[in-house]
């Protein structure tokens, strides 16, 4: 059985989609990056194959991504994600229409990507202001108020007042900025509220640089977060498009592409 690996290596997690020559998934893998980007992609790729029943010779081809795209020498050829994640976005999309944006709020940045019909990317704008906004800044708040990060959403919506203004826009000087409210006997639902709509002020207004038109998709990781998700829709002022697996969208993306890559190789032999 031949399958296509898409491999997005992340500054924090590695994500793996593994299809048929339908786009159907087979399977998925989410992992930690961890300090050795090439071997811990490899390893996981092979434990995912393995847990399938799998082994790489049934791999007829392989597009890495990410962050850490370019160390992964065994793929076949690799893409920036925000070409991957455009892919990705417009397959996973398809069940809920016509998808022309998207927002992507990864470990250490954000993006914000039109798209056309077929997936082609139209304009995209980055974040610029050190890791505010991101996965890290969400990572960096549930350390330093002693929660797990899966917990976030729920502080969130445990929120009894008003959230707190955040006012920082470097990660350092939010942490200090969030101690100092602890310090001042400020609860955790407040401060967690705060950061929420802190990231989507910011994320939005990212978004607009570039338009929002038609239905408006958010991936990566921090989309799983229901309390950031709502920050955004109430600073969006309309409700976003998000897929069941949000941190798998760009690993989806790049195993579409190994997908068209391979047939088209087939067609021209």
């Known amino acids: 059985m031949s399958c296509f690996a898409g491999i997005d290596i992340g500054s924090t997690a590695i994500k793996i989609a593994l299809i048929d020559e339908d786009k159907k998934i087979i ?34 081809y392989m597009v890495s991504t990410g962050y850490g ?20 976005a417009l ?23 039109q798209i056309d019909d077929s ?40 929120l009894k007042t008003a959230p707190l203004p955040i006012n920082s826009t470097c ?14 006997g400020h609860g955790k639902e407040e401060i967690v509220a705060g950061i929420h709509y802190s990231i989507a002020k910011r994320t939005i207004r990212l978004a607009k640089r570039i338009g929002l038109d038609g239905l408006v998709y958010f991936d990566g990781g921090p989309a799983l977060n229901k309390g950031l998700v709502a920050s955004m829709e109430d600073e969006l002022g309309k409700k976003l498009v998000i ?21 088209d190789e087939m067609e021209m032999a």
């Open 171 to 184: 990660v350092v000087f939010a942490e200090s900025e969030i101690i100092g409210l602890l310090a001042d």
């Open 243 to 263: 897929p069941e697996y949000p941190q798998l969208t760009t690993a989806l993306g790049a195993s579409v592409l190994a997908c068209e890559a391979y047939l």
């Open 91 to 113: 397959e996973a999309g398809r069940e809920y229409g016509e998808i022309k944006t998207i927002i992507n709020i990864g470990g250490q940045d954000t993006k914000a990507i």
């Open 27 to 60: 399977a998925t893998k989410v992992t930690s990056t961890g300090s050795h980007f090439r071997k811990n992609s490899v390893d996981a790729l092979h434990g995912l194959l393995a847990e399938n029943g799998l082994t790489t010779d049934d791999l007829a």
């Open 69 to 88: 795209r370019k160390l992964l020498k065994e793929a076949d050829e690799s893409v920036s994600e925000i070409t991957a994640n455009a892919i990705g």
């Open 119 to 158: 997936g082609t990317v139209t304009n995209f704008a980055m974040n610029d202001k050190c890791a505010a906004g991101t996965g890290k800044f969400l990572d960096v708040t549930a350390r330093n108020l002693e929660i797990e990060l899966e917990e976030l959403g729920d502080y969130h919506f445990n």
